[in-house]
């Protein structure tokens, strides 16, 4: 299942970036950069057409996430919705609805670069695109609670046709949790402890590490693995126990993916993928995406990336084989995160290959790292 052989490599491939978001709350043109920061500033782009441009990305796997309902219960988040026009969609429509239209929002962004960037919604497609030189955007879905919203509940059957849905739509992969607690699976704690006191005031994420998938949980999994579907299942923000549930349920099924995550043994919080974790997503032919958010990926919060970004990989390679076939890149830009210091937008990220090439990388890991792993993901686990 996860042999790289037979697949051109690519060309530079996010696995989890966030410029619809972006577009969506601010109101904003793709085609413009406005600013970037070092530390954490929901206002600034990171990975908007330019900055994708400048450092040559050529594929992302370009995320569509509409914030949880319980975001609204804080009243100077509620206020902010008021304000922007993505808060104001967000407030008149439900998750999924809203979630759909920053699907069409973002294709329509697409279409303005006069052809340099193109959505494309299955392997031939990719295909054609990167032989055509262009940059492709593959949509991916973030949180489960996008497929409940407005349902009644344990109406399965629905959920079940939102999946079909987002599968006609080129959907590539579907980030089963996120942040707050939903009826497809238990997720882990992601909001750190001093945003929670300020910026959420208090939240309660709802997090319970003893919870794994639900019922509903367990039928949308099997489903995204089927063959009429084929949408990747991303365990990041799965709580240990729900991941585990994902690898046994569709592990020989579908390759399964950690999109934007650091390992236990450098960050030891539960949303961190451990050596077990790291072995089944290799069985399954899947990959891991490093996060480019140093908070997450050491225990110490370094400011700087480079070094803890290098460890992570190091890690993720270590415990799956040593290959190179299971690491790659998902850095979460325009996410809400706090980038690296040293690397703060898509226009840095050919430092990546820099790094590899001085900790002794061959240029064919390199490239496994940059883009062929992931290629062969989509190869194994899309339409
Ligand atoms: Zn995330």
């Avoid at 619809?20 to 043109?29: G, K, L, S, T, V």
């Avoid at 699976?185 to 300020?198: D, L, N, R």
């Avoid at 991303?234 to 993916?257: A, F, N, W």
């Amino acid at each position: 299942m996860s042999a790289n052989s037979g697949i051109a490599f690519p060309g530079l491939t996010d696995i989890h970036t966030h410029p619809a978001m972006n577009a969506f709350f601010w109101d904003r043109d793709l085609r413009r950069h406005s600013f970037t920061s070092k530390r954490f500033c929901p206002l600034a782009s990171l990975s908007d057409f330019q900055m994708l441009r400048e450092g040559d990305v050529r594929t992302i796997w370009s995320v569509l996430h509409v914030p949880e309902e319980d975001y609204f219960r804080n009243p100077a988040i509620r206020l902010l919705g008021h304000v922007t026009k993505g808060g104001r969609t967000m407030l008149k429509l439900n998750a999924w609805e809203a979630m759909l239209r920053m699907m069409s929002e973002m294709e329509w962004q697409v279409a303005r670069t006069n052809g340099e960037f193109t959505v494309v919604r299955d392997n031939s497609q990719l295909d054609a695109a990167l032989a055509a030189g262009r940059r492709a955007v593959i949509h991916t879905v973030e949180g489960g609670h996008m497929l409940s919203a407005g349902l009644p509940d344990g109406d399965v059957a629905s959920r079940l046709t939102r999946l079909e849905t987002l599968a006609r739509r080129g959907v590539a992969s579907l980030t089963i949790a996120h942040l707050f607690r939903n009826d497809l699976a238990g997720h882990s704690e992601c909001i750190p402890p001093k945003q929670h006191k300020i910026l959420f005031w208090r939240l309660d994420t709802g997090v319970d590490d003893s919870l794994g998938l639900t019922r509903i949980g367990k039928e949308v999994v099997e489903a995204m693995a089927a063959p009429e579907i084929r949408i990747i299942p991303d365990v990041t923000h799965c709580s240990p126990v729900s991941r585990r549930q994902v690898y046994e349920l569709v592990g020989d099924k579908i390759p399964i993916v950690a999109t934007h995550i650091g390992v236990q043994a450098l960050n030891p919080v539960p949303v961190n993928l451990d050596k077990e974790d790291v072995e089944a997503i290799a069985a399954s032919g899947g990959v891991v995406g490093v996060i480019f958010m140093p908070y997450w990926l050491k225990r110490e919060h370094p400011g700087p990336g480079r070094e803890a970004i290098w460890e992570t990989m190091e890690q993720i390679n270590d415990w799956s084989g040593g290959n190179w076939r299971h690491v790659a890149i998902g850095t979460d830009f325009d996410g809400f995160t706090d980038p690296p210091d040293d690397w703060t937008s898509a226009k840095e990220l050919p430092g990546v290959r820099a790094m590899l090439e001085q900790n002794g990388l061959g240029r064919a890991e390199i490239e496994a790292v940059l883009g062929t792993n992931a290629r062969r993901v989509l190869r194994d686990g899309w339409r």
